[in-house]
Every structure is written in structure tokens, then in C-alpha cells.
């Protein structure tokens, strides 16, 4: 089987950094992808990881290392439109994903 | 582009009835999949299509079929709908099955079973 991790909700103030942590047990894992979904909306994709290390786009970072089975997603300069549920999901197999059970992040003023 | 399309977004339905829920994509993606997301269990995978005419299944298959006609048109079957059924779904696609590669979700369809 296939387990992803992820802490339930987390909270923050504007401005502040935050970072969103996922362990993973999977078979066939080919990297970490991270997703944005807005009050039970259509969720969308922020991220992906197939190499150990950090990637950056704009105010979000992603972070894998598989060797601990670990990564993370890193938020900055957060705004209160970032208030969402994040989801990591691994890529085992052709073409489907696990999804952890997702973050929520509240973000305050 | 439309993107990915799901019609209805919001169905009733009594115990035991049977409908379909429609999804399409108009950006040519070889790779779909449907999902169902319930409160505190994040998304699971129901069934997936790697091309017309080829389906498999994800984790939680049971009481739902599907067919892959076209590479456009992906619908989901409930054969006959139980309360365990009540949830949101989600259709998503994709353009190749490269882990890097990004899903595109619909808006969903919110499904109650009475």
C-alpha cells in the first residue's frame, strides 16, 4: 500500500513563513507533487519533485529528499488568499497519484 | 480551452438508483482519472485511463464503472448508488504519465445519496 502523511492544519499570520511537512511510504515512487485546493473547490497544482533537493517557484518552495522519505512545501510572504487546504500527493505507477489527507492552512491577519 | 468539464455539479439521488457523471477535456490528454474526496480523507483514486479504450483500477473501485470511448469523454457509472457513496468527485487529466507532469481538475460534482 501507500501512505502519505501530512499534519492536519497549521496556522500562520500575513507575512510570516510557513512550511507544510509530508512523509511518505510508497512503492515505485517517482516523486512528490503538492496541490492547492480552495474551499472544496477544483484543487490545482503547485509543485513537483523528481530529484532530491529544493524548487523554487515565486513564493512557494518545494523540498524532497527520498532518502527519508520526506518533503516539504514552504510558503512565504504568506497573504490571507494562501488560507487553503494543501495536499501532497506521490507519483507511483503510470500516471496515478496518492493523495495525503491534506493541511489546512489558516492564514490571519 | 475549457479545460476539464464535469456535468452535473450537484446530484440527489434515492439508495439503489443508477446514474452517470460526465466528464470532459478538450486539451487533447491521453491520462485520466476520478476521484472522490470525502471530509478528512483527502482524494482517492476510483478508476483511471491511460487511453481510449484502456481503464484500470484505483483504490477504491467498488460499485463504480467506467469506459473510455474517446480520449475526450471519461464518464463514471454508479451501477446502483448507496449512502457510502455520498461524496464529492473530482475528474482529472493529464498529458503523459511522467511523474513531473500536472493534473488538471474539473470543478467537481457533489453527490448525495439518500
Known amino acids: 500500500g501507500q501512505s502519505l502523511e501530512q499534519p492536519s492544519e497549521v496556522t500562520a499570520v500575513e507575512g510570516a513563513i510557513v512550511q507544510i511537512n509530508c512523509t511518505y511510504q510508497?512503492?515505485?515512487?517517482?516523486?512528490l507533487s503538492w496541490y492547492q485546493q480552495h474551499d472544496g473547490g477544483a484543487p490545482t497544482f503547485l509543485s513537483y519533485?523528481?530529484?532530491?533537493g529544493l524548487e523554487e517557484t515565486g513564493r512557494f518552495s518545494s523540498f524532497l529528499s527520498r532518502s527519508d522519505s520526506y518533503g516539504y512545501l514552504l510558503l512565504q510572504e504568506l497573504q490571507m488568499k494562501d488560507s487553503a487546504s494543501y495536499f501532497c500527493?506521490?507519483?507511483?505507477?503510470?500516471?496515478?497519484?496518492?493523495f495525503g489527507k491534506g493541511t489546512m492552512l489558516l492564514v490571519s491577519p | 480551452n475549457a479545460g476539464v468539464t464535469q456535468t452535473p455539479k450537484f446530484q440527489v439521488l434515492k439508495t439503489g438508483q443508477s446514474m452517470t457523471l460526465q466528464c470532459a477535456q478538450d486539451m487533447n490528454h491521453e491520462y485520466m482519472s476520478w476521484y472522490r474526496q470525502d471530509p478528512g480523507m483527502g482524494l482517492r483514486l476510483i478508476h483511471y485511463s491511460v487511453g481510449a479504450g484502456i481503464t484500470d483500477q484505483g483504490e477504491v473501485p467498488n460499485g463504480y464503472n467506467v469506459s473510455r470511448s474517446t480520449t475526450e469523454d471519461f464518464p463514471l457509472r454508479l451501477l446502483s448508488a448507496a449512502p457510502s457513496q455520498t461524496s464529492v468527485y473530482f475528474c482529472a487529466s493529464m498529458a503523459s504519465g511522467t511523474g513531473g507532469d500536472t493534473q488538471y481538475f474539473g470543478p467537481g460534482t457533489r453527490l448525495t445519496v439518500l
Open positions: 500527493a506521490a507519483s507511483s505507477g503510470y500516471s496515478t497519484l496518492t
Open positions: 519533485n523528481g530529484l532530491d
Open positions: 510508497t512503492s515505485g515512487f517517482y516523486g
